[in-house]
């Protein structure tokens, strides 16, 4: 059976399962993705996945921070199967016809300690970019213009969303308001109507 090595060291989440669901869906025929991450977190959270498309998953400790998690696809309680099951798509329930727009109003995420917030926020904004489908738009406000700034930890992922046909709204008057005017970087400086309208044409809206 073909090894699919995926090298996810030093990775933090959800990167790693991110990198493992693309190799799975990469596959043709049965075999086996080895993916191999630097945290247990991760290790879990391979394992989650493994278990969501009903794959025979092991893992091992090849030292203090390196572990192997062996995700054998087409496989199932040892047995082989006949069909590849694919990973399941990183998306949210719909909630009703119109447009997907995810809400960033922060530049952290949740609240208690901004230093993990910010990496909260990180990922949650690469786990958007990995959405199939895309969301339709995104919207900025107060402060979440920082994250549309080349010194942001969100900006490339918000870059490749523009790129990929993402409308990215920045509110102008938080942006003046933060003196970011003149770097922000990705997406169209506008306006509060704007910003309403396209909130209002919905039929989901994400927040972090």
């Known amino acids: 059976m073909e090894k699919i090595v995926v090298d996810a ?32 977190i991760a290790v879990e ?20 921070s390196h572990y192997v998690v062996r995700i054998k696809t087409g496989y199932a309680n040892g047995a082989a199967s006949d069909t590849l099951v694919k990973a399941p798509v990183l998306q949210f329930d719909a909630c009703g016809p119109g447009k997907t727009v ?15 917030g910010k990496a909260l926020m990180k990922a949650f904004v690469y786990a958007a970019s990995q959405l199939d ?25 918000l870059k490749a969303m523009e790129e990929a046909g993402v409308r990215i709204i920045v509110c102008g008057t938080c942006a003046n308001f933060y003196g970011l005017t003149e770097k922000v970087a990705v997406g169209t400086i506008s306006n509060m109507y704007d910003i309403l309208q396209t909130l209002n044409e919905a039929g989901r809206i994400i927040r972090p």
């Open 9 to 40: 060291m030093g990775k933090a989440c959800p990167a790693p399962v991110i990198m493992t669901k693309k190799a799975i869906d990469g596959l043709s025929e049965a075999a086996v993705v080895e993916t191999h991450v630097d945290n247990a």
């Open 45 to 64: 959270n391979l394992k989650r996945l493994a278990s969501g498309i009903g794959a025979e998953v092991e893992t091992e400790a090849d030292g203090e």
């Open 102 to 116: 995810l809400q960033l109003s922060a530049d952290v995420m949740g609240a208690g300690n901004d230093e993990l």
């Open 133 to 157: 489908p895309l969301p339709d738009a995104v919207v900025c406000y107060n402060g979440g213009v920082r994250l549309t700034i080349p010194e942001a930890d969100t900006f490339a992922d």
